[in-house]
């Protein structure tokens, strides 16, 4: 069972390029989501999606778009990368209605020069 | 805007003693409390998760919650050098069912010390 898997695992961009960090699921999951960590600090949510054709920002969407067509798979579009996107993304499922807890992918390291 | 606050750390501990993390929310609707554990360079994985006052112990580990306090905790007995990492603490709120997924803090780093 491969869980929540994300790609690219590292990746460097240029000023001004764009980029999709792509996820998947295998678990049925409703719910899905994407989070950034910057060194130190804690996950910060930046969409998330209750199901297919369904999505909704989080607290730091800026320079960022989503789409979800179908229940296992979740792309986030980086447009016009910037430094300030230098960060580890983390991609999560979840299913709707248990407590809550959120199944990880391994993370996407983005650096942008 | 949830918030929710740890103390950054480093804590160090002795190997064998017990390890207290701490957290604490801004939001009284939160329902569900969450720890984590991120090794350097990994994703967070789940130690344990509370919904009711009270304490919820798994094997060497005691989550704790006082919703009056909005204050969650985690106790770790007889700790191990694997346990060093950073321990993050996260909330889910009521609305939507927690559709919106969890409010992480920054983390507490831990250092067993052998």
């Known amino acids: 069972n491969a869980g929540v898997t994300q790609t690219p695992k590292f990746r460097i961009l240029k000023i001004g390029q764009s980029m999709t960090l792509q996820c998947t699921q295998d678990?049925?999951?409703?719910?899905m989501y994407w989070y950034r960590q910057d060194p130190g600090m804690g996950l910060k949510l930046i969409y998330y999606?209750?199901?297919?054709?369904?999505?909704d920002k989080g607290e730091v969407p800026n320079g960022y778009n989503v789409s979800r067509s179908t229940t296992e798979d979740f792309p986030l579009r980086l447009e016009l990368a910037a430094p300030s996107q230098t960060s580890v993304y983390f991609c999560?499922?979840?299913?709707?209605?248990?407590?809550?807890?959120?199944?990880f992918g391994e993370g996407s390291r983005l650096t942008v020069l | 805007q949830k918030e929710v606050e740890q103390n950054s750390g480093p804590l160090s501990v002795p190997e064998g003693a017990i390890a207290s993390l701490n957290c604490t929310y801004s939001?009284?609707?939160?329902?569900?409390f969450f720890w984590y554990r991120q090794y350097s360079g990994k994703s967070p994985e789940l130690i344990m998760f509370?919904?009711?006052?009270g304490d919820k112990e798994d094997g060497r580990f005691t989550a704790q919650l006082n919703k009056a306090s909005q204050y969650v905790s985690l106790l770790i007995r007889d700790s191990q050098p694997s346990d060093s990492a950073t321990y993050l603490c996260?909330?889910?709120?009521?609305?939507?069912?927690?559709?919106?997924?969890?409010?992480f803090g920054k983390g507490t780093h831990l250092i067993i010390q052998p």
């Open positions: 939001d009284r609707g939160s329902q569900s």
């Open positions: 999560a499922s979840r299913l709707a209605g248990n407590t809550g807890e959120l199944f």
């Open positions: 999606s209750v199901g297919a054709g369904i999505t």
């Open positions: 996260a909330v889910t709120g009521y609305s939507g069912g927690g559709a919106d997924g969890l409010t």
């Open positions: 509370i919904y009711s006052n």
């Open positions: 678990m049925n999951h409703n719910y």
